[in-house]
């Protein structure tokens, strides 16, 4: 069956612009990761949703990072006034909810912010 | 210091040796503990998973977990080229904050 999507799978764009990033999780999946990976880096959570909960959104860097999760399905990640430092690969994980561990990812979006 | 310790590599092998990769952790409330192999370009996938400590052994990969040491590893046997990839550990608590934690990944070569 089909997996985690994620669009664009790059992206370049200039220090100060806005930027979403989006992701398609499998279906039936009710939770719903972002995870940032920066170079030679471990993965880092920025938020998390879980079917009609309040989003945990304990790992956001900062408010010019947002996420949204429509219908419980599709999900978008915003970042506004990119930064260098915000260059990355952003990976989304859907999972069935109920398994604390299984949590499948999709080949992420590379953003290069020059 | 981080919560979760790993060697970054690269771990060069020739094909047909056991690999050791291993992580240290500092919070004791972990209790699942995951491996994620990630190639290149790619998003890591699911290798292994076990809760809480003990073993478990999947084909020519096996899992450890000693909780009382705070240290996990998983080791492949009769490694193959097509295991060169980056392997991530991944430790998750029992309840609260789903999100995974992972260590910073360690970068294995076997070579033909």
């Known amino acids: 069956g089909a997996g985690v999507s994620q669009s664009p799978s790059n992206k370049v764009t200039e220090k100060g612009k806005d930027v979403e990033l989006r992701c398609d999780p499998i279906?039936?999946?009710?939770?719903l990761y972002w995870y940032r990976q920066s170079l030679g880096q471990g993965l880092e959570f920025l938020i998390y949703f879980q079917g009609n909960s309040a989003p945990d959104k304990s790992g956001l860097p900062s408010d010019r990072f947002s996420a949204e999760r429509t219908g419980g399905s599709v999900s978008t990640l915003t970042i506004q006034r990119t930064q260098q430092e915000d260059s990355a690969v952003y990976l989304c994980?859907?999972?069935?909810?109920?398994?604390?561990?299984?949590?499948?990812f999709g080949p992420g979006t590379r953003l290069t912010v020059t | 210091q981080k919560e979760v310790e790993q060697d970054p590599g690269p771990l060069s092998v020739p094909e047909g040796a056991i690999v050791s990769l291993n992580c240290t952790y500092s919070?004791?409330?972990?209790?699942?503990f995951m491996w994620y192999r990630q190639y290149s370009r790619k998003g890591p996938e699911l290798l292994m998973y076990?809760?809480?400590?003990g073993n478990k052994e999947d084909g020519r990969f096996t899992a450890q977990v000693d909780k009382s040491s705070k240290y996990i590893s998983l080791f492949i046997r009769d490694s193959q080229p097509s295991d060169s990839a980056t392997y991530l550990c991944a430790l998750q608590g029992d309840t609260g904050r789903r999100a995974l934690t992972f260590g910073s990944g360690t970068r294995l070569q076997v070579q033909p």
């Open positions: 076990t809760y809480s400590s």
């Open positions: 994980a859907s999972g069935r909810g109920q398994s604390l561990y299984e949590q499948y």
């Open positions: 279906s039936g999946h009710t939770a």
């Open positions: 919070n004791s409330a972990f209790q699942y």
